[in-house]
């Protein structure tokens, strides 16, 4: 499969607690995106991590990648109840110029 | 104010009809897409235009037909609507020469359903 493969495909949570979810994938890379999608709305871009890349912060948001296990994480720390959304990774894959996305990691922040 | 828009949020037609979709950005970026959005939520790549020329056709039946007039608009054109062909279209674009290695900006999506 030339996408990335997220895990779990739910996952549900109290405010306050983190989340982890994780992206596989088979082919090589150049880059990883992930992306959030809010219920009725367009994916939104929250971190891009190069392949020579370990590791990425943005506010509450930390990302990893592995290329040697050819897997991402996306941690969501102290989440809210407006974390609640759809979260995608999307690979750039290094042959072609396209980027294919998973089919999503659906979190619920219970307030 | 609206960086990537694309209308109408909603459509509903009789299998057969030919609609269109429309799909502007005033991000001034190079290259746009177009995206389909299953029921199971995977997000596939249709077409991709960089500065009005096409860059990427994957896969999609010619009842589908992109046109830019100018890179800051990228419409869908789709012809004898099927069953299938139910799903949320979303328009996106980005910096670059339609290169992946730049973040995406989505429309809201236009979800269609055939009747």
């Known amino acids: 499969s030339q996408q990335g493969e997220e895990d779990p495909q739910a996952l549900s949570i109290q405010e306050g607690e983190n989340a982890t979810m994780n992206c596989s994938y088979k082919?090589?890379?150049?880059?990883l995106q992930w992306y959030r999608q809010n219920s009725g709305r367009g994916l939104v871009h929250l971190i891009l991590?190069?392949?020579?890349?370990r590791e990425k912060h943005s506010g509450r948001l930390r990302v990893t990648l592995d290329t040697s296990k050819k897997s991402s994480s996306l941690l969501i720390t102290a989440s809210r109840a407006a974390d609640t959304a759809s979260y995608f990774c999307?690979?750039?894959?290094?042959?072609?110029?396209?980027?294919?996305f998973g089919g999503g990691t659906r979190v619920l922040v219970k307030p | 104010d609206t960086a990537v828009s694309q209308t109408p949020k909603y459509l509903v037609t009789q299998m057969g009809n030919d609609k269109s979709i429309k799909c502007e950005q005033n991000?001034?970026?190079?290259?746009m897409y177009w995206y389909k959005q299953d029921s199971k939520k995977f997000l596939k790549i249709m077409f991709s235009?960089?500065?009005?020329?096409?860059?990427i056709n994957e896969t999609v039946p010619n009842r589908f037909s992109p046109k830019s007039p100018d890179k800051a608009h990228l419409n869908l054109h789709i012809n004898s609507l099927e069953l299938g062909d139910s799903a949320v279209y979303f328009c996106?674009?980005?910096?670059?020469?339609?290169?992946?290695?730049?973040?995406?900006?989505f429309g809201d999506g236009t979800r269609l359903s055939i009747l």
């Open positions: 999307a690979l750039g894959q290094a042959a072609g110029n396209k980027l294919t």
């Open positions: 082919t090589s890379i150049n880059n």
């Open positions: 991000l001034g970026h190079d290259t």
């Open positions: 996106a674009s980005s910096y670059g020469t339609g290169m992946n290695n730049q973040p995406q900006h």
């Open positions: 991590i190069r392949s020579n890349e």
């Open positions: 235009y960089n500065n009005k020329e096409l860059i």
